[in-house]
T-cell receptor, first 111, second 115 residues
Framework: GQQLNQSPQSMFIQEGEDVSMNCTSS?????WLWYKQDPGEGPVLLIA?????ELTSNGRLTAQFGITRKDSFLNISASIPSDVGIYFC???????????FGSGTRLLVRP | GAVVSQHPSRVICKSGTSVKIECRSL??????MFWYRQFPKQSLMLMAT?????????EQGVEKDKFLINHASLTLSTLTVTSAHPEDSSFYIC???????????FGPGTRLLVL
């Protein structure tokens, strides 16, 4: 079945640093979504990408839909302690609206 | 906008009982709703896809008679875990799609503990 490879698995950074994480796949996706999940909560949508090559920002977050449609990255600039959480990428590829999720990137920010 | 609620947020039950979890889209109509299960430190595992007024489509390995899904309206889907056992203890999360491409909005999750 389809799989998404998300990396890195975890990151422990200093407050103020920039962060980058990405997802790759051998399959082509029509949609790339990035979510953040806090402990004991459901994932919250951060950025949605619908076109190959699209670059979208949401505050300090920037994400891009790879031109090959097989990858996406998420950047967080000037990290702050509340950025702590697990970030998931998700790819959508057909009219069933199903998503394939990456394994997640656990981000820890040292004040 | 795009708020999804889930109830209850956590439930503890005895083995053998059934538990119903509700998922509601509060400010939009959801053509499709999804039910996921998440184990600690793991990603989300899709259990089933439900469309309003039709039978749910279950993922491979998910028992449809154990996890009953009803999607009676465009804003409500329910998941009933029948005859729950300790191995059913998990974090269950629903999501709803307004039909705008593949975007899904998630509920806050329900923590189920079966004793």
């Amino acid at each position: 079945g389809q799989q998404l490879n998300q990396s890195p698995q975890s990151m422990f950074i200093q407050e103020g640093e920039d962060v980058s994480m990405n997802c790759t796949s051998s399959s082509i996706f029509n949609t790339w979504l990035w979510y953040k999940q806090d402990p004991g909560e459901g994932p919250v949508l951060l950025i949605a990408l619908y076109k190959a090559g699209e670059l979208t920002s949401n505050g300090r977050l920037t994400a891009q839909f790879g031109i090959t449609r097989k990858d996406s990255f998420l950047n967080i600039s000037a990290s702050i302690p509340s950025d702590v959480g697990i970030y998931f990428c998700a790819g959508g590829m057909d009219s069933s609206y199903k998503l394939i999720f990456g394994s997640g990137t656990r981000l820890l920010v040292r004040p | 906008g795009a708020v999804v609620s889930q109830h209850p947020s956590r439930v503890i039950c005895k083995s053998g009982t059934s538990v119903k979890i509700e998922c509601r889209s509060l400010d939009f109509q959801a053509t499709t709703m999804f039910w996921y299960r998440q184990f600690p430190k793991q990603s989300l595992m899709l259990m089933a896809t439900s469309n309003e007024g039709s039978k749910a489509t279950y993922e491979q390995g998910v028992e449809k008679d154990k996890f009953l899904i009803n999607h009676a309206s465009l804003t409500l889907s329910t998941l009933t875990v029948t005859s729950a056992h300790p191995e059913d203890s998990s974090f269950y999360i629903c999501s709803a799609s307004p039909g705008r491409q593949e975007t899904q909005y998630f509920g806050p999750g329900t923590r189920l503990l079966v004793l």
